[in-house]
């Protein structure tokens, strides 16, 4: 089975500010990851993905995140935030094997970029 | 290219009534989920589908029944409501029999109260 933390329910941070919304995952065979954003009343949208390579990995709005094997963790990064990053960020995990498209999510985090 | 598109968006119901939640994808994704939100909770997947005739439980299935006649059609029946269904539902649909990471993507949610 697989877990997944998402270690800060709200992460306030002004306009400009670098910020890092913090992921750690549970499983005992190899998962991909995700981050996915969801701005007020829509539905998900896919940030990026970690599935294979180098561990860093990069979205075209300027979020980045790194996997970590060894502290089982998917950290999400932005240099320096806009007001329109306010959303909410899940991080997700999917197994390798299984083939079913399923994805186990963290809580979410809220993002809350102040003028 | 309509993605995903889940009907209704809006739903008030009393207890004890049935509905269905339509949810349709073009496409031709093989695999398709339901997943509900809840506030601190994240999404949980209520069911899900490998292809037509395939269907299996998720985290949280009780109360829910799905079916998958057709590639693009998965509908999510409730078959009682009750308020501890009051929630969002989110469609989601992904490409492919070997599942290597493909995007997953999710309708624009439908959001259902129960009184």
């Known amino acids: 089975a697989q877990s997944v933390t998402q270690l800060d329910s709200q992460v306030p941070v002004f306009e400009e500010a670098p910020v890092e919304l913090r992921c750690n995952y549970s499983?005992?065979?190899?998962?991909?990851l995700f981050w996915y954003v969801q701005y007020p009343n829509q539905g998900l949208q896919l940030l990026l993905k970690?599935?294979?390579?180098?561990?860093l990995v990069e979205s075209i709005n300027g979020f980045e995140a790194e996997f970590n094997k060894s502290q089982t963790s998917f950290h999400l990064r932005k240099p320096s935030v806009h007001i329109s990053d306010t959303a909410e960020y899940f991080c997700?995990?999917?197994?390798?094997?299984?083939?079913?498209?399923?994805?186990?999510f963290g809580q979410g985090t809220t993002l809350q970029v102040k003028p | 290219n309509a993605g995903v598109t889940q009907t209704p968006k809006f739903q008030v119901l009393k207890t004890g009534q049935s509905m269905t939640l339509q949810c349709a994808q073009d496409?031709?994704?093989?695999?398709m989920s339901w997943y509900r939100q809840d506030p601190g909770m994240g999404l949980r997947l209520i069911h899900y589908?490998?292809?037509?005739?395939?269907?299996d439980q998720g985290e949280v299935p009780n109360g829910y029944n799905v079916s998958r006649s057709t590639t693009e059609d998965f509908p999510l029946r409730l078959l009682s409501a009750a308020p501890s269904q009051t929630s969002v539902y989110f469609c989601?649909?992904?490409?492919?029999?070997?599942?290597?990471?493909?995007?997953?993507?999710f309708g624009e949610g439908s959001w259902l109260t129960v009184v």
């Open positions: 989601a649909s992904s490409y492919g029999k070997q599942f290597s990471g493909n995007t997953i993507y």
């Open positions: 499983s005992s065979v190899s998962v991909y």
């Open positions: 970690y599935l294979s390579g180098s561990t």
């Open positions: 997700a995990v999917s197994p390798v094997s299984g083939n079913t498209g399923k994805l186990i």
């Open positions: 496409m031709n994704h093989e695999y």
């Open positions: 589908s490998v292809g037509a005739g395939i269907t």
